[in-house]
């Protein structure tokens, strides 16, 4: 099974999976879309060119990352969890559509004044590129059928987390 946690950048998809992650143990990982963007800049920085300039709308890490989950649904039989921001027709047409039966996907939000202090407080993201994109995320993000969304605003991770659970 999949668990996809979708939201705006700094709403807190990353520690939200971490934290279904270590309540599940052995049960579950994690694909950090992020992590395997740093990995193939690593390998050829050249990704980026041409072809979408971050994990979202880059169509060469869309692919990637679409082989790496239909090589984890075939080898893995635990839950596998991903916190990616999908707000592009691009990524959720590759990395959402094709896996309707297989997914349950989970949007988090929260009230802009939240989400911004979230950002605020990581100290290693791009604040002014998630704040910027915060409100062209939104908007794709609330018209996306076939979510629970999860309004986390007066959430903990671990409450966020264990509703997330219940759930699947």
């Not at 668990?3 to 700094?10: A, C, D, K, P, R």
């Not at 994690?30 to 979408?52: A, M, R, S």
């Not at 969890?81 to 309707?100: G, H, K, R």
Request: aromatic letters at 8%; one cysteine or more.
């Amino acid at each position: 099974m999949i668990v996809f946690i979708n939201g705006t950048y700094g709403v807190g998809k990353t520690q939200v999976a971490n934290k279904i992650n270590q309540l599940y143990g052995d049960k579950s990982k994690v694909l950090d879309p992020d992590q395997l963007w740093t990995d193939e800049l690593k390998k050829n920085c050249t990704i980026i060119f041409g072809d979408g300039a971050y994990p979202q709308n880059n169509k060469k890490f869309l692919q990637i990352l679409k082989n790496r989950l239909d090589k984890e649904i075939k080898e893995y039989r635990g839950i596998l969890i991903i916190p990616m921001t999908v707000a592009e027709d691009l990524s959720y047409n590759t990395l959402i559509s094709p896996y309707n039966n297989t997914i349950k996907h989970f949007i988090l939000t929260a009230r802009d004044e939240i989400v911004i202090e979230r950002i605020h407080k990581d100290k290693l993201r791009d604040q002014s590129f998630a704040i910027c994109n915060m409100e062209i995320n939104n908007k794709y993000i609330k018209n996306i059928e076939n979510a629970t969304f999860i309004d986390t605003s007066d959430m903990s991770i671990e409450e966020v987390a264990k509703y997330i659970i219940e759930r699947i």
